[in-house]
């Protein structure tokens, strides 16, 4: 079991250019969760699927994020225009119903 | 809205004496569960709750849903267990739900 994967694990982008985050989430898990971390904000739920369907997406910032479910093997945390912002650790987690198990997160700059 | 309210927010200890990290809910939660972030920046699970209390080595966790509040306890800390400590609480009832997360303890274990 090699865990929730997620790359890349570090991205740097400039003020406006568009980042895609990747996940993997652990295999026969039917949730995937993504959050952020931050200094100021601590750990934030953005969204999540379930069985590939959005389900909540009640934490993600109305424009330039979006978050897609394409198959049961991955899911896509994309973010347009990016901002200073922005900046921070995106972390997805998956589950098969209870505990929730993280992978190491992708640190994302915006310069 | 939820909260999760975390203390103590920082913590020294010397190796092998032990202390207490808390968490109170503003709401009913369903379950918790509790991480510790290491220095890669890695969640690591340390239990989910429904209720009760659960142990597992120099670590204990007790879930109260009824008086809204969670605690974990460390014995005989080593120096390995330097790290920011997280609870997490689910409030849904229904199996899949966002965690709420406290701001964390980071705890120093000193020689």
Known sequence: NAGVIQTPRHKVTGKGQEATLWCEPISGHSAVFWYRQTIVQGLEFLTYFRNQAP???????????????????????KIQSTQP??????????????????????????? | GDQVEQSPSALS?????????????????????????????????????????????????????????????????QLEDSGTYFCAAEKA??????????QGTSLSVVP
């Not at chain 1, 995106?90 to 310069?111: D, K, M, N």
């Not at chain 2, 739900?97 to 406290?102: E, I, M, Q, T, Y």
Request: charged residues 15%; hydrophobic residues 30%; contains cysteine.
């Open chain 1, 55 to 77: 389900i909540d997406d009640s934490g993600m910032p109305k424009e330039r994020f979006s978050a897609q479910m394409p198959n049961q093997s991955h899911s896509t945390l």
């Open chain 1, 85 to 111: 912002q922005d900046s921070a650790v995106y972390l997805c987690a998956s589950t098969a119903g209870y505990e929730q198990y993280f992978g190491p997160g992708t640190r994302l700059t915006v310069l």
């Open chain 2, 13 to 77: 200890l010397h190796e092998g004496t032990g202390s207490a990290l808390r968490c109170n809910f503003t709401t009913t939660m369903r379950a918790v569960q509790w991480f510790q972030q290491n220095s890669r920046g890695s969640l690591i699970n340390l239990f989910y709750l429904a209720s009760g209390t659960k142990e597992n080595g120099r670590l204990k966790s007790t879930f109260n849903s009824k008086e809204s509040y969670s605690t974990l306890h460390i014995r005989d800390a």
């Open chain 2, 93 to 102: 009832s229904s199996s899949f739900s966002k965690l709420v997360f406290g």
